[in-house]
């Protein structure tokens, strides 16, 4: 049995009372004051939106502190990604290297369709489209370990489909 979450003080109160110690967590994670201030930004605006997960088990300034940790620490991981695709020089394939790739694509696309359907949806946002695990969540309104776990299974099921199949992943 679940214990009852426990309501929290008005948003602006917590903002303002908070806001100094949430930036100071971000940067120290982040390294930027402007990006800081961004994830500062999205944890509050994501508690605006939604009721938090604050179950009352511990203090919400440990609460606050560890939901800062994580968003701060997605936030770099998602810039890495982003560094990544736009940065890396774009070598040209040659014709036989462009076909296998195309192939290899249609052969993933075949085995989703024998992946559940979240699972489906989960591998396309995260493979395709180089969506986050919160970016995912917050799209599909699911939690982020769904995610998470559905990413999971659904890449070893494709896989299988496609070893079956005798298509090299």
Avoid: C
């Amino acid at each position: 049995m679940q214990a009852a979450l426990i309501p929290l003080p008005a948003l602006s109160e917590l903002y303002a009372e908070h806001r100094p110690r949430a930036l100071a967590i971000a940067r120290r994670i982040v390294g930027d004051i402007d990006d800081a201030e961004d994830v500062v930004q999205d944890v509050f605006s994501r508690l605006a939106r939604r009721s938090p997960g604050f179950g009352g088990r511990a203090a919400w300034t440990t609460w606050l502190h560890r939901v800062m940790v994580n968003s701060s620490i997605n936030w770099l991981r998602a810039r890495r990604r982003r560094e990544r695709l736009g940065h890396e020089p774009q070598e040209l394939a040659s014709p036989e290297a462009q076909a296998v790739g195309a192939q290899m694509q249609r052969h993933f696309h075949e085995a989703l369709e024998e992946v559940n359907a979240q699972q489906r949806q989960v591998l396309y946002l995260r493979e395709e489209r180089g969506l986050s695990y919160p970016e995912i969540a917050r799209l599909l309104q699911i939690p982020e370990g769904t995610v998470k776990s559905a990413l999971h299974r659904g890449r070893i099921r494709a896989l299988a489909v496609m070893e079956e199949r005798g298509q090299q992943p």
